[in-house]
């Protein structure tokens, strides 16, 4: 048992299990990474498109309920590093105003315990940490920093300079969305990041995007006393007979039950799995589930307002690395709305295949007529906050499945913002009669056959603490409200 005793016990190796690995492995403490899945494997399938969007070759088989109880699959990732090995990452701070009490159409997003200024010094390790490139004083809405990034940032490609020209000459403040990816393009023969199209969604093949496995994982597993076990999922937390701390963790590991003392035991899953964790974990001094005396475990369940839609150029957009602009002019309010509308800024680029993954009668247009929209194809992520509701939640069925319950909120803003975005089209060398929405953030329920049944779940991400957000983990959360100063 001896072996199996730990100073600190992190379940999850994402994007806050990992860094917090790193930031501890010089203390010497004896650290245990326990990650559900295993590595991703570095293969050719990293950068296929058809693997990737269609056939979905990195989904989890996960099975979760909806709130009327009917099988879907949440689209989640389980290999070390979490979701941070497919996100898009663009790495944004929350603002100021975000850690205060916020009006929004639906409601009231409550004040966090803690403020920015707080968490400031932590935002500037962090960003040193995942190597983000950005420029300070270009959006509107950014937060006062510490310090310069450490790292310029990534340049636009023509037709994203163009968009950026266009918008600007319209009144409008693009800015330079801060991306985690290991450019260098003053030396681009020693740079890891080649600027590929195969980013945003896709695994990378050469270990240049800025994911907890590269950034953190790997380091921490530099020290001796820092241990990682793969496929091996914690089922439940063990405590004192007094209910009054942690002692054990429960894990199946390639189908054996193990179990791991730790001193300190962080959960650190994913806001839904962390949940259900907590829930699974019930004993008779906490018959709800850890940390449940006050039955919030697993409510308020966020995941922000997501539109995903594609815009058709007029000029071919040849733009490998598309995800370089941003838009805050409707972060707090807009045309209309004394209220948040949102988050503008650009998705990786379309790819023809991509395209038969995400609709079925896409699979009835022939090659060359998804090419060429393709190729036209300028891809925007449009983000709305939604707000904390006790009945969107987390709940443990009675054979131990995941069920989520969740209802939309804050549909108006929304809208708002997806209107407001088609009333600049005019501006930007597009078609304005036609922009496409595109599925990139819905579940699928299990009803539908074949590899489309299953979907990638885009989750915005930000750097992140405590109260609305769960340590830099996804964009669900099941504490209160704060606007999605977020990337997919």
């Not at 992190?10 to 990474?33: C, D, F, H, Q």
């Not at 996804?474 to 704060?482: E, K, L």
Request: hydrophobic letters at 35%; glycine letters at 8%.
């Amino acid at each position: 048992m001896a072996d199996n005793t730990y100073d600190l016990i992190i379940i999850g190796t994402g994007a806050g299990g990992g860094t917090l690995a790193v930031e501890l492995a010089p203390s010497g403490k004896r650290i245990l990474l326990l990650e559900r899945g295993g590595w991703l494997p570095r293969e050719r399938q990293n950068w296929d498109v058809g693997e990737v969007f269609v056939e979905n070759r990195y989904i989890s088989k996960d099975t979760w309920y909806d709130k009327d109880g009917k099988p879907f699959q949440p689209g989640g990732h389980y290999f070390v590093g979490g979701a941070t090995k497919m996100y898009g990452a663009a790495l944004y701070r929350l603002r100021e105003r975000d850690f205060g009490e916020l009006r929004h159409h639906d409601g009231i997003s409550p004040a966090w315990p803690i403020s920015y200024a707080d968490l400031e010094p932590y935002y500037t390790r962090a960003e040193n940490l995942y190597q983000v490139h950005g420029a300070r004083g270009e959006d509107p809405t950014e937060p006062p920093a510490s310090a310069p990034y450490s790292h310029p940032a990534v340049s636009h490609e023509p037709r994203i300079q163009q968009l950026h020209d266009d918008m600007a000459k319209a009144g409008f403040r693009p800015f330079h969305s801060p991306c985690g990816i290991m450019l260098n393009e003053q030396n681009m023969p020693f740079s890891k990041c080649i600027r590929c199209m195969d980013c945003d969604g896709f695994p990378c093949l050469v270990h240049a995007k800025a994911d907890a496995e590269v950034i953190a994982v790997r380091p921490a597993m530099q020290f001796p006393n820092v241990t990682l076990l793969t496929n091996a999922r914690a089922m439940r937390l063990v405590t004192t007979a007094t209910g009054t701390a942690i002692t054990e963790v429960i894990v199946d590991r390639d189908g054996v039950t193990e179990t791991y003392r730790g001193g300190v035991v962080v959960v650190s899953c994913g806001a839904a799995n962390s949940a259900h964790l907590l829930l699974a974990s019930g004993s008779d001094k906490h018959p709800r589930g850890l940390a449940n005396g006050s039955d919030q475990v697993g409510r308020n369940y966020m995941c922000h307002n997501n539109q995903a839609v594609l815009a058709l150029s007029k000029e071919p957009n040849p733009t490998r690395y598309q995800k370089t602009l941003g838009l805050n002019d409707f972060y707090f309010s807009g045309p209309g709305a004394d209220f948040p509308l949102g988050n503008l800024q650009m998705l990786g680029k379309s790819q023809a295949p991509m395209f038969r993954g995400e609709n079925a009668m896409a699979k009835l247009a022939p090659m060359w007529t998804l090419e060429k929209m393709a190729l036209h194809a300028l891809d925007f992520w449009l983000c709305t906050e939604d707000l904390p509701k006790a009945e969107n939640r987390v709940t443990m069925e009675r054979d131990g499945g995941l069920r989520l319950s969740y209802t939309k909120t804050n549909q108006v803003p929304a809208k708002m913002l997806y209107e407001q975005f088609k009333s600049m089209l005019g501006h930007l060398g597009v078609h304005t009669h036609q922009l496409i929405p595109r599925d990139l953030t819905s579940p699928r329920s299990l009803t539908r056959r074949g590899p489309a049944a299953s979907a990638r779940i885009r989750r915005p991400r930000c750097w992140t603490s405590t109260a609305r957000r769960t340590s830099w983990t996804t964009c669900t959360s099941s504490t209160p409200a704060s606007f999605p100063a977020s990337a997919p």
